[in-house]
């Protein structure tokens, strides 16, 4: 019997993969160009939703890192925005001619992911009095929407941080090996991976384990819990000092 890595079976199953490769790129060609063409029109945002969500799940399964990366990016964008105004139009045609590049092989899909990230349009959040100009450092937030969140964004935007939220560990995983972002500020507790989990996993990892992570928690310091995790991952307590001790983690991730 023939290995998987070679043969008649290989050659059958390359091809097939490239079949289903073209297609994917010739019908996401088609849909990018329907909504290039409607964006102006401020009446395409539901389509938008769902082409990069299908993008995104399409890039993941055939290996396109750099694709899979600017879809997140995109969906990290439009979590935050409620209708299509004239910054939104602006800020959502760059990342579909970026997403247009890569299809059409314009731009390789083997580039540097880190620099692509910090050259999209920063996600709108939350809005702040005098922002500075966004900067070339990218935080990363593993946590649920809701007031937690929206604290440490406005935190975040007023050092003129780039914030990417990612209400998912294993997706979180997944995107700080690709984009290598500054640091990770992870909620203790998340569904399927715990942000413990998270946060050990991000240490084992060589690709990662460089990355400063700060695990928001409303454990004591001597919790069992928490004793497994390396002595370099900054605490940011739910009490009174919260705002204390994320200002710390960002110290001692040498944001600040």
Same mark, same amino acid.
């Given at each position: 019997?023939?290995?998987?890595?070679?043969?008649?079976?290989?050659?059958?199953?390359?091809?097939?993969?490239?079949?289903?490769?073209?297609?994917?790129?010739?019908?996401?060609?088609?849909?990018?160009?329907?909504?290039?063409?409607?964006?102006?029109?401020?009446?395409?945002?539901?389509?938008?939703?769902?082409?990069?969500?299908?993008?995104?799940?399409?890039?993941?399964?055939?290996?396109?890192?750099?694709?899979?990366?600017?879809?997140?990016?995109?969906?990290?964008?439009?979590?935050?925005?409620?209708?299509?105004?004239?910054?939104?139009?602006?800020?959502?045609?760059?990342?579909?001619?970026?997403?247009?590049?890569?299809?059409?092989?314009?731009?390789?899909?083997?580039?540097?992911?880190?620099?692509?990230?910090?050259?999209?349009?920063?996600?709108?959040?939350?809005?702040?009095?005098?922002?500075?100009?966004?900067?070339?450092?990218?935080?990363?937030?593993?946590?649920?929407?809701?007031?937690?969140?929206?604290?440490?964004?406005?935190?975040?935007?007023?050092?003129?941080?780039?914030?990417?939220?990612?209400?998912?560990?294993?997706? @979180?995983?997944?995107? %700080? +090996? !690709?984009?290598? /972002?500054?640091?990770? *500020?992870? &909620?203790?507790?998340?569904?399927?991976?715990?942000?413990?989990?998270?946060?050990?996993?991000? @240490?084992?990892?060589? %690709? +990662? !384990?460089?990355? /400063?992570?700060?695990? *928001?928690? &409303?454990?004591?310091?001597?919790?069992?819990?928490?004793?497994?995790?390396?002595?370099?991952? @900054?605490?940011?307590?739910? +009490?009174?000092?919260?705002?204390?001790?994320?200002?710390?983690?960002?110290?001692?991730?040498?944001?600040?």
């Amino acid at each position: 019997m023939r290995g998987l890595g070679g043969g008649a079976y290989a050659g059958a199953t390359a091809e097939m993969v490239a079949g289903l490769m073209a297609e994917f790129v010739g019908e996401s060609q088609e849909r990018i160009a329907d909504l290039i063409r409607r964006l102006p029109k401020g009446d395409c945002l539901p389509e938008l939703r769902r082409f990069i969500f299908d993008l995104a799940g399409q890039a993941r399964n055939f290996g396109l890192s750099m694709l899979e990366t600017v879809a997140d990016q995109a969906q990290n964008y439009l979590t935050a925005t409620v209708t299509l105004d004239d910054r939104a139009i602006d800020d959502l045609g760059a990342y579909l001619d970026v997403i247009q590049d890569l299809l059409s092989g314009k731009q390789a899909d083997d580039g540097d992911i880190r620099q692509m990230v910090r050259a999209l349009p920063n996600r709108r959040g939350v809005e702040i009095d005098e922002a500075p100009e966004v900067r070339d450092i990218e935080v990363v937030l593993v946590m649920g929407p809701g007031t937690q969140q929206t604290f440490v964004e406005r935190e975040l935007r007023a050092c003129g941080y780039r914030a990417t939220a990612i209400p998912d560990t294993l997706k @979180a995983l997944a995107y %700080a +090996t !690709r984009a290598k /972002p500054d640091m990770m *500020i992870v &909620s203790a507790v998340m569904p399927q991976l715990s942000g413990i989990d998270l946060a050990l996993a991000l @240490a084992a990892i060589p %690709a +990662t !384990r460089n990355i /400063p992570v700060a695990v *928001i928690t &409303s454990l004591n310091a001597d919790d069992p819990q928490l004793k497994v995790l390396p002595p370099n991952v @900054a605490l940011i307590r739910k +009490t009174s000092a919260f705002g204390d001790d994320l200002t710390k983690a960002l110290q001692q991730g040498f944001l600040l």
